[in-house]
């Protein structure tokens, strides 16, 4: 399977003039002692303001890593895809930010619902995560909601990594699951039953973009509060540790 690095950093080349100086920086981070990989994005609707194509990013990425001579990994993202929108991405990328968010809160067929509750009993009750100082004190009820707001965002997911899977091939991409773009942030035990809802549709995640607390304005500042959300982050990554042996 392709594996992202333990390290990268997502630049966009908007304009397709700054894939050199981006590739630069990640050379001068290398010369620093710090191995990260540089993965352009650009999603649908910024290829349609400008008029730009999908295969633009992956020819200049080329090009800078040619010109550069970078011999480590490097990735394209096809940002932000939708069913409707992926097939164009499909050649030129490698790695596919599945966008599902504005199916979150959508109804959910009763009878998935009960069976994913029947599956995941492990999610009822006192849940240890490493990390976390208190477990997770929970309810069948209060999972079944979780599950309730999240299942056919989830549903969604495994739809869209299949028809990608189908055209390229299992193993030949990475596959992230963003639900970022949002007005309410998942919480720790949101994002426990998130991933629990991917394993069963076996999607293999390499990274997950959820919303966190505070507000971003895009292109300006992200507004919050910095001690609340480091201790969010590092929640959200004992979840994440957690579901990883789980599923």
Known sequence: ????????????????HQAKAQLRACMLAQD??????????????????????????RTA??????????????HVDADHIHLDTVDRFIAPSDFFTID???????????ADLDAFLARHGELTGKVDIAGIPEP???????????????LVAI??????????????????FITEVSMDETDVPQSPPELLVI??????QHVPIQTIAPKFTGRFNKGVDYVVDVSRLAEEFESDI???THAVQSY
């Open 1 to 16: 399977m392709l594996q992202l690095p333990k390290y990268s950093i997502g630049v966009g080349d908007r304009f397709a």
């Open 32 to 57: 620093q002692g710090i191995d990260v990989v540089p993965v352009w994005n650009k999603s649908n609707r910024e290829h349609t303001i400008i008029g730009s194509d999908p295969c633009s990013v």
């Open 61 to 74: 990425a080329d090009a800078a890593v040619g010109q550069l001579g970078w011999s480590k990994p490097y």
């Open 100 to 110: 599902v968010a504005h199916f979150i809160g959508q109804p959910a067929d009763t």
């Open 136 to 150: 997770f004190d929970t309810t069948r009820d209060s999972i079944a909601q979780i599950a309730a707001n999240y």
């Open 155 to 172: 549903t969604e997911a495994g739809k869209i990594y299949r028809h990608i899977a189908a055209r390229r091939g299992e193993g030949t």
């Open 195 to 200: 991933l629990a809802l991917l394993a069963d």
């Open 238 to 240: 004992a979840v994440v």
